[in-house]
């Protein structure tokens, strides 16, 4: 009669053990599974992020280009530029969309560059004030594109290792790209100004 009781116990034991182990591992799969979630979406708030200072570049480019219009009639091409590079980023998506972005700063250089010619220009409230927001602005993109950077390094990082890697690719969470990954080495070089 012992035996037989003392087998329902190791029975019962072996159980719990198993039972608890099994919890152990759902609870483990949970939260691998919600990480990659929340990194995932951070990810996509910082891009979300980067997209809010370019939509306010956009808006200021134009107020920009007009205060310094009046003073450069002759610099014609550089405005040009800029309204077209400034279109050419707006419509940007996907990976195109660094190179976009990398083109329309050229661009805005050689507008800031224009205007050091002009000192009643350089003198104008209305144009200091128009420089210094966008100055600002731009400090701001380069914060959003360093975080969503960090973020897009921390996703992939979880993505590809283990065990979460394994949890990765049966959910298929897919690793993002960093901003900036689909430069050409031209591109990467500092901006030449001439006149």
């Not at 134009?62 to 800029?82: C, I, M, Q, R, S």
């Not at 144009?127 to 701001?140: P, R, S, V």
């Not at 979460?164 to 690793?175: C, E, L, Q, R």
């Amino acid at each position: 009669m012992a035996f037989v009781s003392y087998t329902v116990y190791n029975n019962l034991m072996i159980i719990w053990i198993v039972l608890g182990v099994v919890v152990v591992v759902v609870i483990v799969l949970v939260a691998i599974f919600n990480g990659l979630v929340t990194l995932r979406n951070r990810a996509q708030e910082a891009w979300s992020d980067i997209d809010v200072q370019l939509k306010r570049r956009y808006d200021l480019i134009p107020n920009l280009v007009e205060a310094v219009k009046g003073y450069a009639v002759h610099e014609k091409t550089v405005f040009e530029d800029v309204t077209k590079a400034r279109s050419v980023a707006m419509q940007a998506t996907g990976p195109g969309k660094a190179d976009a972005e990398n083109q329309l700063s050229g661009a805005l250089k050689s507008l800031f560059a224009v205007a050091e010619n002009y000192p009643q220009l350089k003198a104008n409230e209305n144009f200091l004030n128009l420089q210094n927001e966008l100055t600002d602005t731009e400090d701001k993109i380069q914060a959003a594109r360093r975080f969503y950077n960090g973020m897009v390094r921390d996703l992939n990082t979880k993505i590809q290792t283990f065990p979460s890697n394994v949890i990765a690719s049966t959910f298929n969470f897919k690793p993002m790209q960093f901003f900036g990954d689909d430069l050409t080495d031209a591109e990467r070089q500092p901006v030449q100004v001439k006149f």
